[in-house]
DNA sequence: TTGGCTAAGTGTATTGCGTACACCGTTATT
DNA sequence: AATAACGGTGTACGCAATACACTTAGCCAA
């Protein structure tokens, strides 16, 4: 027991939410492990793990994601700190929540480590979790609903190149809203940060849809202009403005 | 020396960021502490302290911002925690920064505790600050930029019964941008969350303005029924879309 | 008391954007 | 050849954002 200090200290952790994209249900997934050790043994978890004493937390969340899911060069971002005395019973854990947007291409995910088991849950049907688990997915959850209408990182769940609907389905699974299709491609095509390819969907059973790739430099160079993204939930004008 | 781990152990701390306004500067402006022990003595830095065991962290800021400044019952929301190993010359120390929204009323503050003594300093005029407080201060300031223009925050910095010039003012400094009186004035009553008081300012050496207050109450109501706040900067035809 | 200063308070015309809404075209399948 | 599935397109309307200037109220000083 090498490790001796003048006052008690907790012990600090990182857990994420990763999210990916489903457009064939279509759903928002969140990725789980199936945790191999007590506590929780056999209980599903966010991915996450202790931090290193030597390195950065936000390091710490890239790595365990990697060594438990198999995942890199992923979107990550700070979430929220969990604290509160009793989250763990192996006593004061404080864990530094990230979250984590994966395009669907990426998704080879294999169980490694601490994990027996890897698996992408729908957000509407998840099993228990271990630990303060589901306030922290939940905490996840409303932070990309805020978050997609005023900030460009929905493209981050998508593929590479994809089609106006598959970035329309996406807006509405997690706005939880349905969207009309000629406004909302008038809307972000007049943003202007939608590059138009000359390449269509392969292997579909109907007419192919053109594909399109989010221009992030040229976005980039818009927000230095004063440009500023905005894709709100369309509510009808009786909703709208009660009374 | 009693307390012993199997493994190393950061130690965690709180940071507050204060922000009070000053309307009649006006100006945005920050709660400071000067530290009377090492590291960093006699240099100004954030309120801020050691989390104890047993405690929540929201708890720890805000008990430690009562050590140090006197400050109670202040809006207190969580920022963002800073955990790159050199922060701290002390050895790893991890901190959960939080940031506070306060009234000038209030504005009786005591140096206290740790502190030898406590200042407001405007965010355009800031001394040095002790660790990466700079850093975690602009988190804090971009956050409430962020934040005022679609959340009500901004009354929180605000004395309870205010002008509207008042509240104008106060968005003006935060956003830092003018603001058209009339259609200030019109957009803020037609959402319908100020009540008309049949008070006015006090000593002031031209008419009077009537005061107001934030319905809380009405607001949350409101917000149940699908109500969006949302004050932005206004921008000048011109500038608002380019080419 | 009067004149001057400061800030309060108020209305309208214009325009741009969000919204609502329906049909034809293309491709693959049987 | 017919069907099924989704792709892709335009317009009219109404509201809300914007731009913009003068009068009134109250205090103060000469």
Known sequence: MPYTYEYPRPSVTVDCVVFGFDDKEPDLKVLLIQRAAEPFKDC??????????????ETAALRELEEETGLTDVFLEQLYTFGNPNRDPRGRVISVAYYALIAPADKQIAAASDAQNVHWFSVNQLPPLAFDHHLILE???????????????GFELLPEKFPLSGLQKLYETILETPLDKRNFRKKILNMGILKELDEFQQDVSHRAARLYRFDKAKYEQMVKEGFYFELKEQRTRETKRKK
Do not use: C, H, N
Request: charged fraction near 20%; aromatic fraction near 10%; hydrophobic fraction near 40%.
């Open 44 to 57: 599903w978890a966010l991915p996450g793990g202790f931090v290193d004493m030597d390195e950065p937390v």
């Open 139 to 153: 905490t996840g959850l409303q932070r990309i609903r805020g978050k997609v209408s005023y900030q460009p990182i």
